[in-house]
Nanobody
């Protein structure tokens, strides 16, 4: 059993900043890639940022230069620093992790989501 728990969402004015955190726990052997997705009302879930185990990152064009993804030293946490937020960044943000469990099965796990609301 693997759990991902996000924190750090909230309400912020346009131009402000928020930082999201996600911690993975449970029967984990190793965590490979981690990432953040978001889903706005009436829209499909979309990739925001992705970080590989080796540290390579990629971002959606809409957030490049404003958002930064990083992993903690313990490698079971992932962060999303969001600067210069815009109303169109309003969405539920989900953490994902590509996890190899202690019984050596690999699967993608999702967090429960955290709401980010940017007011204009």
């Amino acid at each position: 059993q693997v759990q991902l728990v996000e924190s750090g969402g909230g309400l912020v004015q346009a131009g402000g900043s928020l930082s999201l955190s996600c911690a993975a726990s449970g029967s984990i052997f190793s965590i490979n890639d981690m990432g953040w997705y978001r889903q706005a009302p009436g829209k499909q879930r979309e990739l925001v940022a992705h970080i590989r185990r080796g540290g390579n990152t990629n971002y959606a064009d809409s957030v490049k230069g404003r958002f930064t993804i990083s992993r903690g030293n313990a490698r079971n946490t992932v962060y999303l620093q969001m600067n210069s937020l815009k109303p169109e960044d309003t969405a539920v943000y989900y953490c994902t992790a590509d996890v190899t469990t202690s019984v050596l099965s690999t699967d993608i796990y999702w967090g429960q989501g955290t709401q980010v609301t940017v007011s204009s």
